[in-house]
């Protein structure tokens, strides 16, 4: 999938948005990564349960993307949009979303970097466990895209969207499914392509 060819950009600027490595699986700050993983899963809090499930968006379901188009959609209601408004709003988020997916798993097998699971067996996931690799975070890839497009078009929710995001990529560290590095990241790289959105957005003359 991260060989596809993007809406927003060029293949050579998908390679550009692939950010730096994890931390070595070695090294003392995976250790670190590993250590608190493991502490949220073995003390699991009720309030980080709630938000495992809630974002879970796993096989079955409509999946992140499904899950933002579902928020955009509660809020595009409200504001009374003409069906052009509401077609370029989904258009936008929904391209965002995409190329957000192809970097994310462009990243994921550029690396092939292991799940917290497969460092330390004592480590039981609050939700299924997705079959690819872990860095970076789709959930937060998705979530930090989304978040940055939305806040553009309905500017008066950004601080809701900013936390929405954010709670998305926590939920997958609390669960148990990535690492610190893979949420942080992954939603910095998100909204790296939620801007170039933005930027389409301001150039296509509709503002």
Not at 9 to 24: E, R, W
Not at 62 to 74: D, K, L, Q, R, V
Not at 157 to 176: P, T
Request: hydrophobic content about 35%.
């Amino acid at each position: 999938f991260g060989n596809v060819i993007p809406f927003l950009f060029d293949t050579t600027t998908c390679k550009s948005l692939i950010p730096p490595p994890p931390p070595s699986t070695g090294s003392d700050q995976m250790k670190k990564e590993l250590a608190e993983v493991y502490n949220y899963t073995k003390n699991p809090t009720k309030e980080n349960h709630q938000l495992v499930l809630f974002w879970g968006d796993g096989v079955g379901t409509y999946t992140p993307p499904g899950h933002w188009n579902a928020i955009a959609s509660e809020d595009f209601i409200k504001l009374n949009l003409s069906e052009v408004r509401w077609a370029r709003n989904l258009a936008l988020l929904n391209m965002s979303l995409m190329d957000a997916g192809i970097v994310c798993w462009k990243t994921k097998y550029y690396y092939y970097n292991p799940r917290p699971s497969q460092l330390d067996s004592r480590i039981k996931t609050l939700t299924g466990l997705p079959n690819f690799p872990s860095y970076i975070s789709g959930h937060s890839t998705f979530s930090g895209a989304a978040a940055t497009i939305l806040s553009y078009l309905v500017p008066q929710r950004e601080a809701a969207y900013n936390q929405m995001a954010q709670d998305a990529s926590k939920s997958r560290l609390v669960g148990g499914l990535h690492y610190r590095a893979d949420c942080e990241v992954g939603l910095d790289v998100g909204a790296k392509v939620g801007q170039l959105a933005i930027n389409k957005a301001k150039a296509d003359g509709s503002n």
